[in-house]
Nanobody, 123 residues
Framework: VQLVESGGGLVQPGGSLRRSCAAF????????RGWFRQAPGKEREFVGG????????YDADSVKGRFDISRDNAKNMVYLQMNSLKPEDTDDYYC?????????????????WGQGTQVTVSS
């Protein structure tokens, strides 16, 4: 059972990136999915999450209106669309499988994590 992420990299300020997170070995369609970010030397921070139905999404204040989360349960995929990127968005980003009851920002409720991918926003 694992989550595999893709879609990170280098982008200029104001640009966009789409992160993908694929689940292998198990179906996570009934669990919430979360996206987190982490800067060197800092704690991992909740960015946003989506429930199993795809109808609820929570974003951290710093990314509201710029980031969007979606999922395709048939493909066991979850996505993070990152728009209007800023240099301060430079971090390692992680997806994780969370609880079945819904979205939470509590990191300890996410039991399976992707490998993380760096996103660098720089000109």
């Amino acid at each position: 059972v694992q989550l595999v992420e893709s879609g990170g990299g280098l982008v200029q300020p104001g640009g966009s990136l789409r992160r993908s997170c694929a689940a292998f070995g198990c179906t996570f369609s009934s669990s919430a999915r979360g996206w987190f970010r982490q800067a060197p030397g800092k704690e991992r921070e909740f960015v946003g999450g989506i429930s199993w139905s795809g109808s609820i999404t929570y974003d951290a204040d710093s990314v509201k209106g710029r980031f969007d989360i979606s999922r395709d349960n048939a493909k066991n995929m979850v996505y993070l669309q990152m728009n209007s990127l800023k240099p301060e968005d430079t971090d390692d980003y992680y997806c994780a499988a969370g609880p079945k009851y819904g979205v939470t920002g509590r990191i300890y409720e996410y039991g399976t994590w992707g490998q993380g991918t760096q996103v660098t926003v720089s000109s």
